[in-house]
């Protein structure tokens, strides 16, 4: 279990030597900034030697910085202003290949998701929404865009299913008034963490409906409401949220889906492609051009 690595040093000052309350207090005071340094860095600006941020690590039960260094990012995520999100990007590409910089980071939030997401939960997700009466979708903010992608595609294989959207939680709960223990309700949501997302999941399980939470860790506060969790990385850079490795675990999530109904899918498709070529949806290509 993930916990709240700086209630944890603050719980823990009194505990510490003269030299790890030096670390501490610049930790809470300017998590920020902490969360991106090495040991060598953050020994420099506390005024320690780095032995002693190392010390200062072991004490809070870690085995080495880097684990430490791995937990505050994660706990400091939620906490970010975008203010401090704009000094953090930073930080993280700075100057040079900014392309390839980005694309870097989003290739290792995908390989590092490959673990995160739990199997058993990822199986009962498909199951819960193959067999659900009723889809709801909610995602707020930047993961609206995550929510509309996952309500498109499966619009095409259920009937069922819905995009909740509205400028509060009050009046997105209206949209679920009947929601019960055979629907399902999926909740996208990443740091900074939308509270009408979370307000809306809870209402839902308070009538029974099955909840699944696409986040990023145990910290999500969709992840404690939730009946299955699927994690995945999601990087801050700079005031812009990456989104790729989300995306990658919707798309998964979406084709496991459509295995389990090989049928309904060549149906609906079929279906779909006959509409498209009556009212030219798609661009033909070189006939199109011939044409003009």
Not at 64 to 90: H, I, W
Not at 152 to 177: C, D, P, R, T, W
Not at 206 to 225: F, H, Q, W
């Amino acid at each position: 279990m993930e916990k709240d690595i700086l209630k944890e040093i603050s719980n823990r000052m009194p505990l510490f030597s003269k030299g790890q309350r030096k670390i501490a207090k610049f930790i809470l005071g300017h998590y920020d900034e902490a969360a991106y340094m090495n040991a060598s860095m953050l020994g420099s600006v506390t005024g320690v030697s780095e032995s002693t941020v190392v010390r200062f690590a072991t004490a809070l039960g870690f085995q080495g910085y880097p684990d430490f260094l791995r937990e505050l990012n994660e706990t400091v995520k939620s906490k970010l202003t975008s203010v401090q999100r704009v000094g953090v990007g930073s930080m993280m590409v700075g100057e040079g290949d900014v392309v390839k910089k980005v694309m870097r980071l989003d290739a290792d939030c995908v390989n590092k998701s490959i673990s995160l997401v739990d199997r058993e939960d990822f199986s009962n997700a498909v199951v819960s929404i193959s067999k659900a009466n009723h889809i709801y979708i909610i995602g707020a903010r930047s993961s609206s865009a995550l929510a509309v992608f996952l309500n498109y595609y499966l619009s095409m294989m259920f009937k069922n299913v819905k995009l909740l959207m509205g400028a509060s939680s009050g009046e997105i709960i209206e949209q679920i008034h009947a929601i019960d223990e055979e629907d399902v309700i999926i909740g996208i949501s990443f740091p900074r963490y939308s509270s009408i997302t979370v307000k809306v999941l809870e209402y839902a399980k308070r009538k029974n409906a099955k909840a699944i939470a696409i986040t990023d860790s145990e910290l999500s506060p969709i992840s404690r409401i939730s009946d299955y969790k699927l994690y995945s990385k999601c990087e801050i850079m700079s005031f812009v949220d990456s989104l790729v490795s989300p995306l990658s675990v919707i798309n998964a999530l979406l084709l496991a889906i459509g295995i389990r109904h090989p049928k309904k899918l060549n149906k609906t498709f079929s279906e779909l492609e006959e509409l498209w070529e009556e009212h030219e949806v798609y661009n033909r290509g070189k006939e199109a051009v011939d044409e003009s």
